[in-house]
């Protein structure tokens, strides 16, 4: 499974980014992480393979939007009202993982049940 990503850039605080982020699978549980220098890789959303059970990250809430259009085997992070915190680079990944369907666990696996990652893009938030 192949995962690319794209969207980054320099943006001003307050101002939007999407990115995007295509996949060579289908069926797969999709996550964005975000890694900034010196700090761990630390969770932004997730959403589940088969129903689009999405969860996000409690810094992200209410300004960061997670979308998936099968279709096209792509999911997208709409990013608004950004912050200079938000200055990292973005991963996304993939897992077989079947977290949030019927009967399974509703919270997403953590960064090393993730099978598949793209390649990353930085996203910079100016004050």
């Known amino acids: 499974v192949q995962l690319q990503a794209f969207g980054g850039g320099l943006v001003q605080a307050g101002g939007s980014l999407r990115l995007s982020c295509t996949t060579s699978?289908?069926?797969?549980?999709m996550g964005w992480f975000r890694q900034s220098p010196g700090k761990d890789r630390e969770f932004v959303a997730a959403i589940s393979c088969c129903t689009d059970t999405i969860r996000y990250a409690d810094s992200v809430k209410g300004r960061f939007t997670l979308s998936r259009d099968n279709a096209k085997n792509t999911v997208y992070l709409q990013m608004n009202s950004l912050k200079p915190e938000d200055t990292a680079v973005y991963y996304c990944s993939a897992t077989h993982n079947t977290w949030g369907e019927e009967g399974t666990t509703p919270t997403p696996p953590p960064v090393p049940e993730y099978e598949y990652w793209g390649q990353g893009t930085l996203v910079t938030v100016s004050s």
């Open positions: 699978g289908r069926s797969l549980a």
